[in-house]
């Protein structure tokens, strides 16, 4: 959970904050994620979303395309001494990351946003939240 401001140099290096290097460990999984931002997943639980995915029948376009997106742009990366990461310029370019990058939490993945994409994400959400929360839950759950 929560949400981290950092700057991506001009060789492609992020902080990931301390909070998430413990449960990502030594190696992890960046990815191209959803909404134009990178998923960030520990390689346990990136192999557990690639043996579902390829339990969808390979026949299905959708399937097909979905695994070449997400697939594609997987690369495994471990931490530098001092918590960095390197990005690949594919997944920079992908995300839009210029300067100032937003990583949040979100549950079992890190994503990581452009400021401007975070931004124009949150703005375009934030006033539709409580209808978002009321098709997504289960009347009993009080948030």
Same mark, same amino acid.
């Given at each position: ?18 909070k ?32 579902e ?11 097909r !395309? ?5 697939? +594609?742009?997987?690369t495994?990366? @471990? #931490? ?7 990005? =690949?310029s ?9 300067k ?6 979100? !549950?079992?993945?890190l994503?990581?946003? +452009?400021?401007?994409?975070?931004? @124009? #994400?949150f ?5 539709n939240? =409580? ?11 009080n948030?």
């Amino acid at each position: 959970m929560g949400e981290y401001h950092h700057n991506i140099d001009e060789k492609g290096r992020l902080t990931i904050p301390s909070k998430f290097r413990e449960d990502l460990k030594d190696k992890f999984v960046i990815t191209r994620g959803l909404e134009n931002c990178l998923f960030a997943y520990s390689v346990d639980d990136f192999q557990k979303i690639v043996s579902e995915l390829q339990k969808i029948p390979f026949t299905k376009k959708d399937a097909r !395309g979905f695994m070449r997106f997400f697939l +594609s742009g997987a690369t495994e990366v @471990e #931490f530098d001494k001092q918590g960095r990461i390197n990005i =690949s310029s594919p997944l920079i370019s992908f995300a839009g990351l210029k300067k100032e990058c937003v990583i949040i939490g979100t !549950g079992d993945r890190l994503e990581i946003w +452009s400021k401007e994409g975070w931004d @124009e #994400f949150f703005n375009s959400t934030k006033d539709n939240m =409580s209808d978002i929360a009321e098709g997504l839950f289960d009347t009993n759950i009080n948030i």
